[in-house]
């Protein structure tokens, strides 16, 4: 089971790993500066779930590997990440459309959470379910108001909520490592938060007289085994270049 453990907790770190490093990329290209700065600290809570649970992942492997050995030294095929979170940063729309279903996911995920049998997974689902209960609300006012704004951005939220569509299936996919976590009491089944994942996302884009889109001729699957799309290993080129030209450089 330890390896199912980590290979699942893995998982969540590297969805809020990657995604905070996705988020960074607003800095200064935000619509506004509070903006900038409400991205920014979106990312650096995602940051900090992604370094309590690497450094859990460390612990679980036992190989004397800590959260930086683990962010910064392994291969793109390592990661096991969702193709959602690794992709490119589209315009604003697009970034809230991806927010909202990404928040969405995680509110119900560590809801569930708080009572794995992990008391390290239980404790971070707790302190991180009061950061994505305002990353979900954050990104709702941002649907909303460019849904139910002028007609460009009306437009533009609606192809933002059909570009993400294509990989919003794989979040809710049972992979080996949630099903063995799951059966242990350590983690939660994905497919059981899609139904209170897409009551909630539909609510805001109701609200925000747009239409969710139907299901994509296409999908994305494998990122839970490390098989991922082009943009993520420019993504990591960029993540992981100063650790790895300076290997045991230390402030």
């Given at each position: 089971m330890s390896d199912a453990h980590a290979s699942y907790v893995l998982g969540l770190a590297d969805d809020a790993l990657i995604y905070a490093q996705r988020l960074g990329e607003w800095l200064t290209r935000a619509p506004q500066i509070e903006e900038d700065l409400a991205?920014?600290?979106?990312?650096?809570?995602?940051?900090?779930?992604?370094?309590?649970?690497?450094?859990?992942?460390?612990?679980?492997?036992?190989?004397?590997?800590?959260?930086?050995?683990?962010?910064?030294?392994?291969?793109?095929?390592?990661?096991?990440?969702?193709?959602?979170?690794?992709?490119?940063?589209?315009?604003?729309?697009?970034e809230m459309a991806r927010l909202l279903w990404f928040a969405s996911y995680q509110h119900e995920l560590y809801a569930a959470l708080l009572t794995s049998s992990d008391e390290v997974v239980a404790g971070v689902a707790a302190k991180a379910l009061?950061?994505?209960?305002?990353?979900?609300?954050?990104?709702?006012?941002?649907?909303v108001r460019l849904g139910d704004g002028t007609p460009e951005s009306h437009e533009r939220m609606q192809a933002g909520l059909e570009a993400v569509l294509p990989y919003l299936a794989e979040l809710f996919d049972d992979d080996e490592a949630s099903l063995r976590a799951a059966e242990a009491g350590v983690g939660v089944l994905p497919s059981t938060l899609h139904d209170a994942?897409?009551?909630?996302?539909?609510?805001?884009?109701?609200?925000?007289?747009?239409?969710?889109?139907?299901?994509?001729?296409?999908?994305?699957?494998?990122?839970?085994?490390?098989?991922?799309?082009?943009?993520?290993?420019?993504?990591?080129?960029?993540?992981?270049?100063?650790?790895?030209?300076?290997?045991?450089?230390?402030?």
């Amino acid at each position: 089971m330890s390896d199912a453990h980590a290979s699942y907790v893995l998982g969540l770190a590297d969805d809020a790993l990657i995604y905070a490093q996705r988020l960074g990329e607003w800095l200064t290209r935000a619509p506004q500066i509070e903006e900038d700065l409400a991205l920014g600290n979106i990312g650096l809570d995602l940051l900090g779930q992604a370094r309590a649970l690497l450094t859990r992942v460390g612990e679980l492997e036992g190989e004397g590997r800590d959260e930086d050995d683990l962010a910064y030294l392994r291969d793109e095929r390592e990661f096991r990440n969702v193709h959602l979170v690794e992709q490119p940063r589209g315009d604003f729309g697009q970034e809230m459309a991806r927010l909202l279903w990404f928040a969405s996911y995680q509110h119900e995920l560590y809801a569930a959470l708080l009572t794995s049998s992990d008391e390290v997974v239980a404790g971070v689902a707790a302190k991180a379910l009061k950061e994505v209960d305002y990353h979900r609300d954050h990104a709702g006012h941002w649907v909303v108001r460019l849904g139910d704004g002028t007609p460009e951005s009306h437009e533009r939220m609606q192809a933002g909520l059909e570009a993400v569509l294509p990989y919003l299936a794989e979040l809710f996919d049972d992979d080996e490592a949630s099903l063995r976590a799951a059966e242990a009491g350590v983690g939660v089944l994905p497919s059981t938060l899609h139904d209170a994942v897409v009551a909630h996302v539909s609510v805001v884009v109701a609200e925000a007289t747009l239409d969710l889109p139907d299901d994509s001729r296409w999908r994305s699957r494998g990122g839970r085994e490390g098989v991922h799309s082009q943009p993520m290993g420019y993504l990591l080129a960029e993540l992981q270049h100063i650790h790895r030209s300076h290997p045991g450089a230390s402030w």
